[in-house]
C-alpha cells in the first residue's frame, strides 16, 4: 500500500472510532461504555482500538492538539495591523467555530460531546482542568513572544484568563441546565462580546 | 479542662501546625518537606500532627473553608441597594485583603504560601483546579439564588469565571516571575478593577 494511502486509511479509522465513541458516550453515557462497544461500532478489534488510543478518556481529550494548533496558527497568521486584542478575538471565535463543525459524520449534536465529558464527569474533570490551565500558560506565552512590545506576561494572563474563564463556567452552567450544543455554542458567543470589551480596557491600562 | 479552653488549645496547636509547615514549605520546598519536620517544628509528635490534618496536601488546603465562609457571609451581609456586582466587587477585594492578613505569626512573607503552592507544585495542581472549580459552581449559585430577578445562572456564570480567571492566571504569571507576596496582591488588585469594568458591562446586556 503506498505511504498516502496508508495514512489515510489510518485518519479515517481514527475518525470512525471517535465518532463511534461520541455516539456512545451521548447515548449511554461515559461510564458505561466500554471499549470494546467502541470497537465494536467503529467495526475493528480493541486490539486496534487501542493502536489509535491508550485508553478511553484519551478519546475525550482527542481533539486537544487540533485545537492547540488552531490558536498557534491564529496568532502565526495575525497581520501587521492587528494587535493583541484583535488576535485575542480571533482565537475566541475560531475555538467556537471549530466547536461547531461537525467532526466526521457525527454532525452537530455530537460536537459538544468532548467538552460536555470533560466539564461534568467526575472522573475526567482533574485531567480537563489541568489541561485547561496548561493551555492557558502556553497561550500566554505565545501571546507575549508575539507581541513583546504591546503585552507584558501579566496582562497576556489576565487577558486569557478572563476570557477562557468566562468560556468554561458559562459552557458549564449552560450544560448544566441542559442546554442543546447550538444553544451553548450562542450562549458562549454572547458572552465572549463581553469578555472582550473587559479585555480592551485591560489593552489601554 | 473546660470546653472553651480546650477547644482555643486546639486552634492554637492547630494554628502552629499550619504556620511551621508554611515556613518549612516556604523554605524548603513542599517535596522536601516531611510531616515529621513539621510536627517538630511545631513542637508536637507526629501522631498529634495526624489529628489536626490527614496529610500534608491538606495543609495547604487548610483555608479553603476560611475562604468559602468568607464569601457566603459577603453575600448574606449584602445591604438592599446592592447589585450582583457590587457584591461580587466586594468578594474579590475581601479575597485579596484576606491574602495580604498574616495567618498567625507567620506574617505577610508566608500568607501567599498556600495559593502559590497550589499552583505550582504538580503534585497539588489538579486538586487546587478541582477545589477552585467547584467553589466558582457553589459562588454562581449562591450569586444566583441571592439575586434571582437581576441574575440568570449563565451571567452568574460568566461573571464569576470572568473574575477568578483573571486572578488565577495573573497570579500564576506573578508567581512565575518571582514576585513578593506584596506584589503579587498589587497585581491582582489592578486587574481585578480592569475585570470588574468587564463585568458590569455583562450586568446591563
Redesign the interface.
Known amino acids: 500500500m503506498a505511504e498516502g494511502l496508508r495514512e489515510r486509511k489510518k485518519q479515517r479509522t481514527r475518525q470512525a472510532l471517535f465518532d463511534a465513541a461520541m455516539r456512545l458516550f451521548a447515548e449511554q453515557g461515559y461510564e458505561r461504555t466500554t471499549v470494546a462497544e467502541i470497537a465494536a461500532a467503529a467495526e475493528v478489534s480493541t486490539k486496534t482500538l487501542f493502536n489509535y488510543f491508550a485508553s478511553k478518556d484519551e478519546m475525550v481529550f482527542a481533539l486537544r492538539e487540533q485545537r492547540m494548533n488552531l490558536v498557534a496558527d491564529t496568532i502565526d497568521e495575525r497581520g501587521p495591523d492587528d494587535g493583541p486584542v484583535d488576535v485575542l478575538a480571533r482565537i475566541a471565535e475560531r475555538l467556537l467555530a471549530d466547536a461547531l463543525v461537525g467532526y466526521g459524520e457525527a454532525g452537530l449534536a455530537f460536537t459538544a460531546v468532548p467538552v460536555r465529558l470533560a466539564m461534568t464527569v467526575p472522573e475526567l ?3 480537563a ?2 489541561l485547561m ?1 496548561d493551555a ?2 502556553e497561550w ?1 506565552r505565545a501571546l507575549t513572544k508575539a507581541f513583546p512590545d504591546e503585552l507584558d ?2 496582562t ?3 487577558a ?11 459552557a ?3 450544560f ?2 441542559g442546554d442543546s450544543s447550538a444553544e451553548i455554542v450562542a ?1 458562549l458567543r ?2 465572549v462580546g ?2 472582550m ?3 480592551r ?2 489593552e489601554r ?1
Open positions: 474533570q482533574a485531567k482542568l489541568l490551565f492557558q500558560r500566554v506576561p501579566l497576556a494572563a489576565a486569557v484568563g478572563s476570557l477562557m474563564g468566562t468560556l468554561q463556567m458559562t458549564l452552567a449552560s448544566e441546565r450562549h454572547s458572552v463581553i469578555a470589551n473587559g479585555i480596557q485591560l491600562s
